[in-house]
Antibody
Framework: EVQLMESGGTLVKPGGSLRLSCVGSGFSFSSSAMNWVRQAPGKGLEWVASMTSSGTHERYADSVKGRFTISRDNAENSLYLQLTDLATEDTAVYFC?????????WGQGTLVTVSS | EIVLTQSPGTLSLSPGERATLSCRASQSLITGYLAWYQQKPGQAPRLLVYAASTRAAGISDRFSGSGSGTDFTLTISRLEPEDFAVYYCQQYDTAVTFGPGTKLDIK
């Protein structure tokens, strides 16, 4: 069974930093492109960042470029998202998702709240 | 950036009826790389259709996707109680963007 489990979400002050983690199981993590998608409370889905299976290539939404960094450790079946210079508008549930185009599997998400 | 517009914003129907959800792209998706997701409250999205018309594994044949270019449609042939949810389209032709969603609720 494919599983994705995010962690690391918490309450953080504006300007703060945080690292989110996502551990995958039940599939070939090292062969899978991986992604982060977020959803602000009561709002729609917003793509955040993607990384190729080898970690060679990454891309970001304009709204997070220069502030967020996606990375992965294939030996640990783990995907990460480093969030810096956080603003209140970054408050959201952050999902990791598997796939190189459409996203076939999603985790349950981890909540990041940015508030003073 | 390719902007996706979904209509209607809210669709109120009864079980057994047919639902037609629309997704329009601001520029042509030459590859046809358009997906549809279902999301229920408190849950992660679930992939229904990819490449405009291919059903994902385990998805009921009551769900069908169609369209090309800038206009795409998700049709649910006979609504079941569990189908009432929010539906999002996603394009992955050029980077990735999601539409704002259509809420399908019970009339």
């Amino acid at each position: 069974e494919v599983q994705l489990m995010e962690s690391g979400g918490t309450l953080v002050k504006p300007g703060g930093s945080l690292r989110l983690s996502c551990v995958g199981s039940g599939f070939s993590f090292s062969s899978s492109a991986m992604n982060w998608v977020r959803q602000a409370p009561g709002k729609g889905l917003e793509w955040v960042a993607s990384m190729t299976s080898s970690g060679t290539h990454e891309r970001y939404a304009d709204s997070v470029k220069g502030r967020f960094t996606i990375s992965r450790d294939n030996a640990e079946n783990s995907l990460y998202l480093q969030l810096t210079d956080l603003a209140t508008e970054d408050t959201a549930v952050y999902f990791c998702a598997r796939g190189g185009g459409s996203y076939s599997y999603w985790g349950q998400g981890t909540l990041v709240t940015v508030s003073s | 950036e390719i902007v996706l517009t979904q209509s209607p914003g809210t669709l109120s129907l009864s079980p057994g009826e047919r639902a037609t959800l629309s997704c329009r792209a601001s520029q042509s998706l030459i590859t046809g790389y358009l997906a549809w997701y279902q999301q229920k409250p408190g849950q992660a999205p679930r992939l229904l259709v990819y490449a405009a018309s291919t059903r994902a594994a385990g998805i009921s044949d009551r769900f069908s996707g169609s369209g090309s270019g800038t206009d795409f449609t998700l049709t649910i042939s006979r609504l079941e109680p569990e189908d009432f949810a929010v539906y999002y389209c996603q394009q992955y032709d050029t980077a990735v963007t999601f539409g704002p969603g259509t809420k399908l609720d019970i009339k």
